[in-house]
């Protein structure tokens, strides 16, 4: 994809944007981004510019942000590339990146590491004074979510699996951005037998008359999905 445009503005190359950008220069070779590398004539208008802009005007403003693109203002930049991603958050339910609330650097890092925040990894770490913390996924959607963080005396195990267990994190056409929109969400992992007489067991509970109520968690049974500080159920 071509990158950005600014009215009047040439190419300068990476080299120009570290004089000032020195912290970011330095990281970026450990960033997914960096990954995207052309050689020769193809490789030319490549890097910074990619997804600021041509560089040229802001260099001779001394820095002036309204002479360079900001993707955290504008995902439009990153949907160049992420064309996938831009249809989701056309969807029902989606984080309100289109509408300037959330921006794609709050779950992304750009310019250093894994441009997913927490690379994969959702490991336990023992925080002071006590308790534990999950990084990985679980960490960046808890910078906003606090109140599913916890501590919970009865843990939904699936929160530690990770919240895209559960959740779309761009968008979805079922409420709370949820990958299923009924109990089949949760039959995937909580096993499911049926017996001869046609009952249907979920555990150790006949579940035949439960299940047509409603999703698991809206039908008045296990509301409190992330976990509970009173019901080893997740009841309440």
């Known amino acids: 994809m071509a990158p950005p445009s600014i009215p009047g503005a040439e190419f300068v190359g990476s080299e120009e944007c570290t ?8 990281g970026f070779p450990t960033a997914t981004h960096a990954r995207l ?16 802009g041509p560089g040229s005007l802001h260099v001779k403003s001394g820095g002036e942000r309204d002479k360079i693109v900001n993707p955290r203002k504008s995902p ?4 160049q590339c992420h064309t996938e991603v831009r249809a989701k958050f056309e969807l029902p339910h989606h984080h309100p990146v289109l509408e300037g609330k959330v921006s794609c650097a709050d779950c992304h890092n750009p310019h250093k590491g894994d441009a997913i925040k927490g690379g994969g ?9 006590g308790g534990t913390a999950l990084l990985g996924h679980n960490e960046t959607c808890f910078q906003c979510h606090t109140a599913q963080r916890g501590p919970f005396v ?11 267990s559960c959740h779309s994190p761009h968008g979805s056409i079922n409420q709370r951005m949820l990958t299923e929109r009924s109990a089949t969400l949760c039959l995937k992992c909580h096993f499911q037998q049926q017996t001869t007489a046609g009952r ?3 555990g150790d509970s006949d579940h035949t008359a439960r299940l047509p109520q409603g999703t698991c968690w809206s039908a008045g049974c296990h509301e409190a999905i992330h976990g509970s500080q009173v019901n080893g159920h997740l009841r309440y």
Do not use: W
């Open 19 to 26: 004089t000032c950008h020195e912290a970011i220069a330095k």
């Open 37 to 52: 590398k052309a050689h020769g004539d193809n490789a030319k208008n490549m890097g910074c510019e990619s997804c600021h």
């Open 76 to 79: 439009t930049t990153c949907f």
């Open 121 to 129: 990894t959702n490991l336990p770490q023992t925080l002071k004074g």
């Open 154 to 164: 009865f843990e939904h195990e699936a929160v530690r699996e990770g919240c895209l």
């Open 200 to 202: 249907i067991f979920i």
